[in-house]
């Protein structure tokens, strides 16, 4: 059995090369899943931008270009852990779904199995979700780096210069974005950028698609199906050569992934079985060969065709015989119609996603007047569920003026598309759709006639009553242009007599999530909220930066003018401090 223990990666695996040829590099990208997690990677230079995916994983007897995100540690020795498909499924102490635990603003998903569980084991570990994350993405990497290797020189390998890039959900929290970035950083993997998991999935298959009947103008939806989550997002095309792409509407996702059918199954045996039953089955290798046949063999193959059954064997069960749920000899007998029920709620969730994504892009290409309305050259589905051919049918019966492709690998599009992101030459997003809007509170002038009502005070440096308002730099629904700068300007006044702890400010980008933001911060509803608070330190900026001024009551005071700068990148925010178009000063985020 492989076992692993944690620490950095860097000095075993040439991290910090220093490699200056661009045209040698090592791309790495890293599909860290609720369920199953997946490397592809790249060197640039040969001519031909063709990813290829990890396909040999410790403990796995077929070549599947994924391994479960699962991982156990040792009960007397927590350094040492046992990840991916050598964790034994039926072991109680097993950590699963770690990933969620890093956004918990997100809905708990009922169907993650043992989520209670594993924030129990966490706890007993004394290990926060982060530290087991950056546990299981450095051990993954650690991995992939040896399997590079085998097919090319160590040397080669080590002196390339490395560059990675993260998948994350397009519908997570900026909070979580920034933890995943963390995990892997302290795993030793950087530098390091994110992109979200249905725009790399996007990239991949339209770059695919790109030399075969695609057209300036042209609008897809994406709808990325995975294990935990399903994330719809629209893109349009606006060049072909290289293949770029802006984003439509902004993303939406939700609880929908496939391992709600897993949950399913387990309640439709359950029904049949008994809960007193069921309760010793889990425990079980034999109910462990039986979910594993359920996910590889009825899922990917279920069609809703009456003529088709399968047989589901719980090998050594020793299960009551009952014929009349066709349950004998510890087989099980799956009809259409049950493996239909099963499959049911889980594809409606997954219809009315896509449904409402595509009246997005309709509503707002016709609004904008868009020559080709409410066309829609097609629907994409990725992940491991986007292969299933009766999500498949089900999306086209739904929308049969749409045509709806399935990519090849559409389980690695997103791992492979993520190594697409970093080739602008081949392909790129220019700009993405703000899914929220972004500002800051900040005290001006109070007026009687447009600030009534609202609480005020008196400042001695300005002579004046002032109140908070809100300035909002970011809108809903704005289109980005990637790399983006936005600047938030702030002034502070301070006393002459000023200490150096003073000169450490903190501001807070605050966001709503409403469709119409409010004048005024309005904390106490949750009307705005804070997104992250920024710490700028200038305790090593020169004092000839600064203004000495006057108020026009004669208290002298010094003023301090600055910005924070905002640059959007593929998936999260960069931040930094300018004074008189100088970056000076240190900028901390802390997401809350």
């Not at 989520?115 to 966490?122: A, C, M, N, R």
């Not at 899922?299 to 090998?315: C, G, Q």
């Not at 399935?406 to 791992?415: K, L, N, R």
Request: charged share 25%; proline share 6%; with cysteine.
């Amino acid at each position: 059995m492989s076992k692993h223990t944690t620490g950095m990666l860097e000095d075993d695996f040439g991290l910090l090369s220093t490699a200056d040829d661009d045209d040698q590099q090592l791309i790495i990208a890293l599909d860290f899943g609720t369920t199953f997690s997946g490397i592809s990677y790249m060197f640039t230079g040969s001519g031909e931008a063709d990813p290829h995916s990890i396909e040999k994983w410790p403990g796995e007897d077929r070549n599947p270009p994924k391994t479960p995100t699962l991982i156990r540690y040792d009960p007397n020795d927590k350094r040492i852990f046992t990840w991916g498909a050598n964790v034994d499924p039926t072991c109680t102490d097993k950590i699963e779904g770690v990933k969620l635990l890093l956004d918990p603003s997100q809905p708990a998903p009922l169907f993650v199995p043992q989520s209670q569980s594993t924030k129990k084991v966490l706890a007993s570990l004394g290990k926060p979700p982060l530290d087991v994350a950056s546990d299981y993405i450095g051990a993954l990497y650690a991995h992939a780096i040896k399997e590079i290797e085998s097919k090319f020189f160590k040397d080669y390998v080590a002196m390339q210069q490395k560059k990675f890039v993260l998948t994350v959900p397009a519908v997570w929290s900026d909070k979580a974005k920034d933890a995943t970035l963390r995990a892997a950083k302290n795993a030793g993997i950087f530098p390091i950028t994110l992109i979200k998991e249905p725009e790399a999935a996007a990239l991949y298959t339209l770059h695919y698609l790109k030399n075969k009947a695609l057209v300036i103008g042209d609008a897809f939806v994406l709808c990325d199906a995975g294990g935990g989550t399903v994330d719809l997002i629209s893109y349009e095309i606006t060049a072909l050569d290289p293949l770029e792409l802006k984003e439509l509407v902004p993303g939406t996702g939700g609880v929908a992934g496939s391992l709600m059918l897993n949950k399913r199954f387990d309640e439709f045996v359950m029904n049949i079985v008994g809960e007193e039953e069921m309760f010793r089955l889990r425990k079980t290798k034999a109910f462990t060969s039986a979910m594993k046949s359920f996910d590889q063999e009825v899922k990917p193959n279920f069609t809703n065709d009456p003529a088709k059954e399968w047989f589901v064997s719980f090998p050594m069960a020793k299960l009551p015989d009952d014929a009349a749920n066709h349950l004998e000899a510890d087989f099980l007998l799956l009809k259409c119609d049950s493996v239909h029920q099963i499959f049911e709620p889980v594809v409606n969730a997954i219809e009315k996603l896509v449904a409402e994504q595509v009246d997005k892009v309709r509503v707002k290409r016709v609004t904008a007047g868009h020559p080709k309305g409410k066309e829609i050259k097609a629907i994409i589905l990725a992940g491991g569920f986007g292969a299933s051919q009766y999500l498949k049918s089900r999306l086209q019966k739904a929308s049969p003026d749409i045509q709806v492709i399935q990519p090849p690998d559409a389980w690695s599009a997103i791992v492979k598309g993520a190594i697409l992101s970093k080739l602008p030459s081949e392909a790129s997003i220019i700009s993405t759709v703000a899914v929220r809007h972004y500002g800051v509170e900040a005290h001006s002038a109070y007026k009687e006639s447009e600030d009534s009502g609202q609480p005020k005070f008196w400042d001695k440096h300005y002579g004046q009553y002032r109140c908070m308002k809100m300035t909002w730099y970011i809108e809903m629904g704005e289109d980005l242009q990637r790399d983006k700068r936005v600047e938030f300007t702030f002034f502070r006044s301070l006393d002459p007599d000023y200490t150096p702890a003073q000169l450490i400010f903190q501001d807070d980008l605050l966001e709503c999530n409403e469709p119409e933001q409010p004048a005024y911060p309005d904390h106490a509803r949750g009307i705005t909220k804070t997104n992250v608070t920024l710490k700028a330190d200038f305790t090593q900026v020169p004092k000839s930066e600064f203004k000495e001024k006057m108020s026009p009551d004669g208290v002298a005071y010094v003023s301090i003018a600055y910005k924070l700068v905002i640059e959007t990148k593929a998936a999260n925010m960069e931040f930094s401090a300018e004074i008189n178009g100088k970056k000076l000063g240190l900028v901390t985020p802390t997401y809350n």
